[in-house]
């Protein structure tokens, strides 16, 4: 937790969600539809480096990774154990927000872990979730873009997205 994890190259979250912008949906593609969040293509990446410091010397594993098709090898930052199942598309669906989990990504240089994730922490989390809703459209913004609601509009989203607070082994093992 809060220790910078290595990558293959240095990819400034800081700089691409920050500074430029770009949601998080551009890259996760799968974050709201499936299971896990998705880790994106170097065909993605080129998008824009094809243009953008198409020559830059940090950028080589990327592109080295487009013409062979070789995904680059980037290591997971929230790597949960194999016993452990999270849903990413069901939190986003209940209106829990990406900076719930993985804190401000839009002002990180170099990705790290910013919660335990340990089984206690996402306990707490189940067991208070009316405090953790957000307005779905809010889901993908960053704390600095998203205000926290009123109890009683926690209240009302709790209630109309028809939040639960599994705690029972079988939420998250099976």
């Known amino acids: 937790q809060d220790e910078p994890v290595e ?41 824009c480096h094809s243009q953008i410091w198409s020559d830059s010397p940090k950028l080589e594993p990327v592109r080295a990774s487009f013409r062979t098709g070789k995904p680059l090898a980037w290591t997971r930052v929230t790597d949960l154990p194999d016993f452990v199942h999270f849903e990413h598309s069901i939190h986003v669906q209940k209106g829990i927000a990406c900076t719930e989990c993985h804190g401000e990504v839009d002002k990180m240089p170099l990705t790290w872990r910013a919660k335990t994730l340990q089984m206690r922490w996402c306990l707490d989390c189940h ?17 600095s873009q998203s205000e926290v609601p009123a109890p009683a509009e926690r ?20």
């Open 155 to 174: 209240e009302e989203l709790s209630s109309k997205y028809r939040l639960r607070h599994p705690t029972d082994c079988s939420a998250c093992h099976y």
């Open 7 to 47: 990558q293959p190259i240095e990819f400034d979250h800081r700089h691409h969600v920050g500074d430029d912008g770009i949601d998080c949906r551009y890259c996760h593609d799968t974050v709201d539809k499936s299971s896990s969040a998705g880790i994106p293509p170097s065909a993605l990446c080129m998008n």
């Open 127 to 143: 067991r208070t979730t009316e405090e953790h809703v957000r307005p779905r459209s809010d889901v993908f913004l960053s704390l």
